[in-house]
């Protein structure tokens, strides 16, 4: 057996035990593990910024360069997502979203054990690898072992687990940030993602069999494995859930240059603005790193434009509608991420305790995830997409204008409310507009776009709010920020623009 044969084998997915692949209610199953990865990214997502202020005691370092832990890990998903929904066609979804569990789970262990700030840094970047394989397959794998009658319920159910972990994130980050430590933190994410080990083993439905082997990126042939008998239950599932044995085409090139471009040009404005906010490099590094941005980013505009899959299509970003609505989706998440991190340092900053500020801080992802599920049905139903954004964006800034104009304290509960109730109505009302203007044929490209700026808006989101409160101080800086973030809700309402539906 050779080493290509060997691997294929390695990489052949499981088929589910008989009883679970028989029951004609399987696909919910399916439906909640991958519940759990939704869950358990989007409590990390949110709970890291109520550790800032630990980490920086703990480890006697800067705002600036404590929110690398952060950092790290939204530029490693976002340079990832692509590749990794690359690789997931050829090696099988399911093989990699429960890989993505066991990375996960394994460098949030080492992630509690660390040592250092930078070792802290690598193992996010880790986690982020892991975050990316789960994130990368998780609606492929809903829309592969559900039926299409219960589609648009399926994904519901996972906007939902997803709202849950990210309202959850800063009140139990307080909780055990001033209870028990900020090690804790990663460690609560060991037991869920061993539990999604299991749960993907044997309730999530195959992707790829025995007989269709992985298309492995070595430019090598294949083994094809001898003739084999027909497992009775795989035909059984491949019929009642449509999987195919096929992957997509194995001649395919993933757009390396593309994202090495992307991954360099953000992570040079990012490191410009840490830098600026109090990063210990020389102060010429500022305007080297923005120039290196510019250039890097230049450089990528280029490539895409030639490249035979690139991962930003320059077509469907000039598409009516799309680049426009892809900033809006940026806008709406910076919206999001800076109050998470500003929130704490306001509120502890006025005497209030860790573990309160957590709780009152949730109020914001408890608003957006309850508008984004089910809030948008209090609206009037002649609504528009367009109108739902227009009026989530300037209730948005009216939530941040209060937030900026109060003072720090249990009042904050209002804006915060307000904030998130009117993120929730925008963002996916503008995902609907941007997809809507993307040809069915490129809806991978054009999730996987809006997947990018939704990481970008919340890397940004969390640099300015450091970049404001190294400028002018906690309190200043702090109010300062929100409100050029009042004026930026503003401008995303202008920004909506209708979208014109694209051909099949």
């Not at 099988?92 to 890989?99: D, N």
């Not at 505009?301 to 490249?307: I, K, S």
């Not at 996916?428 to 776009?449: K, Y």
Request: glycine fraction near 12%; hydrophobic fraction near 55%.
């Amino acid at each position: 057996m050779n080493a290509t044969a060997l691997a294929s084998r390695l990489l052949t997915e499981r088929p589910r035990p008989r009883g679970i692949a028989g029951w004609r209610h399987a696909h919910w199953l399916a439906v909640g593990t991958v519940c759990l990865g939704a869950f358990l990214g989007q409590l990390d997502a949110s709970v890291i910024a109520l550790v800032f202020p630990a980490l920086g005691r703990h480890f006697d370092a800067g705002f600036a360069a404590v929110e690398w832990v952060a950092l790290a890990y939204l530029l490693v998903l976002v340079a990832l997502l692509a590749p990794i929904g690359w690789l997931s066609d050829r090696v099988g979804r399911k093989t990699m979203y429960i890989g993505g569990f066991a990375v996960f789970g394994l460098s949030s262990l080492g992630a509690g054990f660390a040592g250092s700030l930078w070792v802290l840094v690598g193992c996010r970047a880790v986690q982020a690898v892991g975050a990316a394989m789960m994130q990368a397959n998780s609606v492929a794998l809903v829309a592969r072992g559900v039926p299409g009658h219960a589609m648009r319920r399926a994904l519901g159910i996972q906007a939902s687990a997803q709202g849950l972990g990210l309202a959850l994130g800063p009140s139990l980050g307080g909780l055990l940030v001033e209870h028990a430590s900020w090690r804790w933190v990663f460690w609560v994410n060991v037991p869920i993602a061993v539990f999604g080990i299991l749960a993907g083993w044997y309730l999530l439905p195959r992707t790829r069999t025995a007989d269709a082997p992985a298309h492995l990126p070595t430019g090598a042939p294949t083994a094809v494995p001898g003739p084999r008998r027909i497992d009775p239950r795989e035909t059984r599932e491949t019929r009642e859930t449509g999987e195919s044995r096929a992957p997509r085409d194995p001649a395919a090139r993933f757009d390396l240059p593309g994202m090495l471009l992307l991954t360099g040009a953000t992570t040079s404005l990012l490191l410009a603005l840490s830098t600026a906010s109090g990063l210990p490099l020389p102060g010429w590094a500022v305007a080297a790193l923005l120039l290196a941005s510019a250039v890097l980013a230049l450089a990528l505009v280029r490539q895409e434009r030639r490249a035979a899959r690139p991962i930003l299509a320059p077509g469907l970003v000039n598409t009516p509608g799309v680049r426009s609505g892809l900033v809006v989706a940026l806008i709406g998440y910076l919206l999001l991420f800076c109050p998470l991190v500003l929130g704490p340092v306001l509120l502890t900053g006025a005497g209030v305790s860790t573990a309160h500020a957590g709780l009152v801080v949730t109020l914001l992802p408890a608003a957006f995830a309850f508008a984004a599920t089910v809030g948008g049905g209090l609206l009037p139903r002649g609504w528009s997409d367009v109108t739902r954004c227009r009026a989530g964006a300037l209730l948005a800034a009216v939530g941040l204008l209060l937030f900026a104009l109060l003072p720090a304290s249990d009042v904050s509960a209002l804006p915060l409310l307000a904030t998130g109730y009117g993120l929730g109505l925008l963002l996916p009302a503008n995902n609907a507009l941007v997809m809507r203007a993307i040809p069915a044929q490129c809806s991978a490209v054009g999730g996987g776009m809006v997947n990018m700026a939704r990481s970008l808006g919340t890397a940004l989101g969390m640099a300015l709010s450091v970049l404001g409160v190294h400028l002018a101080g906690a309190e200043s800086g702090g109010r300062t920020v929100l409100f050029v973030l009042a004026a930026v809700a503003a401008a995303a309402a202008l920004l909506t623009r209708p979208a014109r539906p694209a051909g099949p």
